[in-house]
Nanobody, 122 residues
Framework: QVQLNESGGGLVQAGGSLRLSCAAS????????MGWYRQAPGKQRELIAI???????ELADSVKGRFSISRDNVKNTVYLQMNSLKPEDTAVYYCNGDSLIRRLREGRLGVWGQGTLVTVSS
């Protein structure tokens, strides 16, 4: 069964931290790069972090230095540690995975989870 289950969102004050988790089905997680996306109100979904199967990471400029991505290959789970949060980080956060980073960048992925809402107050 193909499944993604994001959790860990909530309401936090600016400057605070949150850690998001995404439990993925084996089909999505194993041998795939994983990515975190976010969609702010009225905006398109954007890719903000990638981690390869081997642990190499890439972060969008908007979150570099504040967010980090990691994965647990035993638990089939990917994490997003968010520090120094800003009101502009307010969004629904999603994760997904694919064998091709190109497809992660394009976001053309068949299955999505429900996402987890992060709200940062000023």
């Amino acid at each position: 069964q193909v499944q993604l289950n994001e959790s860990g969102g909530g309401l936090v004050q600016a400057g605070g931290s949150l850690r998001l988790s995404c439990a993925a089905s084996r089909t999505i997680f194993r041998h795939n790069a994983m990515g975190w996306y976010r969609q702010a109100p009225g905006k398109q979904r954007e890719l903000i972090a990638i981690i390869t199967e081997g642990g190499s990471t890439e972060l969008a400029d908007s979150v570099k230095g504040r967010f980090s991505i990691s994965r647990d290959n035993v638990k089939n789970t990917v994490y997003l540690q968010m520090n120094s949060l800003k009101p502009e980080d307010t969004a629904v956060y999603y994760c997904n995975g694919d064998s091709l980073i190109r497809r992660l960048r394009e976001g053309r992925l068949g299955v999505w989870g429900q996402g987890t809402l992060v709200t940062v107050s000023s």
